[in-house]
Each structure stands twice: as C-alpha cells, then as structure tokens.
C-alpha cells in the first residue's frame, strides 16, 4: 500500500489537459518535503518530470507543470499528446527520512 | 552522463537470498544517495531502501528485516541483498540515484527478478 494516495487513472482527449493529484500527509508533504514526479513507460526506467514544485529538468517540454499545497500535490498536463500515454508517479520523503512514492496514475490519451 | 547498471540475477527459488549490484559509471559517486527500487507485475513502485556515499542507510520498515545494502567506494558499486525471498518479491528491480532529500536524476535500465520454486 503506497504512502502517497493517486486517482488510478485520468484521460483526455488530444489538445485538452487534465491533472493527477498526489495526497499525503502531515508527515510527508505536509511536512514540507518536495514533492517530484516521474513518467514512466513500459520497459523503460523512470523518467524525472518536475523536481521540486515546478523544476522541469531539460528536454521536458513545459506542458508538465507541478503544484504542492498543504498535503497534497498536483501534475498538470496540458495540451495532451498521444505520446504523454504513461504512468505516472509522485514521490517525496517522510518523517523518517523514508523515500515515499505515489500509487501511481495511468494517463490514457483518447 | 552517469549511467547505472544492474546486475541480472535471474530465476530465483523460494527462500534464497536475491544479491544484486548497481555499477555507476561516468561520473563520481560522492554526494549522491543511491536506491533500491522495485516494481512487481501489475503494480506501482516501491522504495526497498537507500545508502548515501557516507554509507548511512534508510531501509522500508516492510523489509527492514531482510534486506542490507552497501557501497563499495573504490568499485563504484552500490549492493543490495534481500533474503528469504518468495514470489511476493518477483519484481523489477531499479538501481538510481539522486541528491540527498530531493528527486531521483539517473536510474539504472531494471532487472527482473523472478522467484519460482
């Protein structure tokens, strides 16, 4: 069972956007932890998306935009592509220095 | 460009002790946390634990009680040892990296672990 709480999955059409949530708690991101997020396709490793609130490593394109209040956290897409089809996950750490993930959420592009 | 290899330990049978390594090349292993992460069919990803360069660790409190992991500075190695496995631990196992607290920059490709009798 994940820490951090995602919505199994969400989807759009291509052009329109939609978010996936990531709800933790007063020992996690409501601590003040970051939270980050990652895409991850079938067969691949991870892939870092936004770092921190809204850190976009280079080569991500800025339809990905993150956001983080109280103990919750968000990743927003925008403009969605066939290719933003993937998992994708949050993760922060807790008051125990433990490295926490999210249940994850499966983006289905229509 | 740092990358990370794991090693590929296969089949597995119930009861033995899974020994993986992660060897980092192309760049310094200092100042970075390094992880064990893995993924069981069908299922999200999960922290087994991590070590610094300092060699302090952090393990799930899940499998605390079977699992140890080490660096061995002068190889560039990162190892991970989880006994007494069973198929509940057939997954893909991830090496990565990141800075300390903050969000994982490199990963290794994974190894799929499967426990069968």
């Known amino acids: 069972q994940s820490v951090l709480t995602q919505p199994p999955s969400v989807s759009g059409a291509p052009g329109q956007g939609v978010t996936i949530s990531c709800t933790g708690s007063?020992?996690?991101?409501?601590?003040?932890?970051?939270v980050h997020w990652y895409q991850h396709l079938p067969g691949t490793a991870p892939k870092l998306l936004i770092s921190?609130?809204?850190n976009r490593p280079s080569g991500v394109p800025d339809r990905f935009s993150g956001s983080k209040s109280g103990t919750s956290a968000s990743l927003a897409i925008t403009g969605l592509q066939a290719e933003d089809e993937a998992h994708y996950y949050c993760?922060?750490?807790?008051?125990?220095?433990?490295?926490?993930f999210g249940s994850g959420t499966k983006v289905t592009v229509l | 460009q740092v990358q990370l290899r794991e090693s590929d330990p296969g089949l597995m049978k119930p009861s033995e002790t899974l020994s993986l390594t992660c060897t980092v090349s192309?760049?310094?292993?200092?100042?970075?946390?390094y992880y064990w992460i893995r993924q069981p069919p069908g299922k999200g990803l999960e922290s087994i634990g991590y070590?610094?360069?300092?060699?302090?660790?952090n393990y799930n409190p899940s499998l605390v009680s079977r699992v140890t992991i080490s660096i061995d500075m002068s190889k560039n190695q990162i190892s991970l040892r989880l006994s007494y496995v069973t198929a509940a631990d057939t997954a893909v196992y991830y090496c990565?990296?990141?800075?300390?607290?903050?969000?994982?920059?490199?990963w290794g490709q994974g190894t799929l672990v499967t426990v069968s009798s």
């Open positions: 990565a990296r990141g800075f300390p607290y903050s969000s994982i920059d490199s």
């Open positions: 921190g609130h809204n």
């Open positions: 993760q922060s750490f807790d008051s125990g220095l433990r490295l926490v």
């Open positions: 007063s020992s996690n991101i409501g601590a003040g932890y970051a």
């Open positions: 070590i610094s360069y300092s060699g302090s660790t």
């Open positions: 192309g760049g310094s292993i200092n100042y970075y946390h």
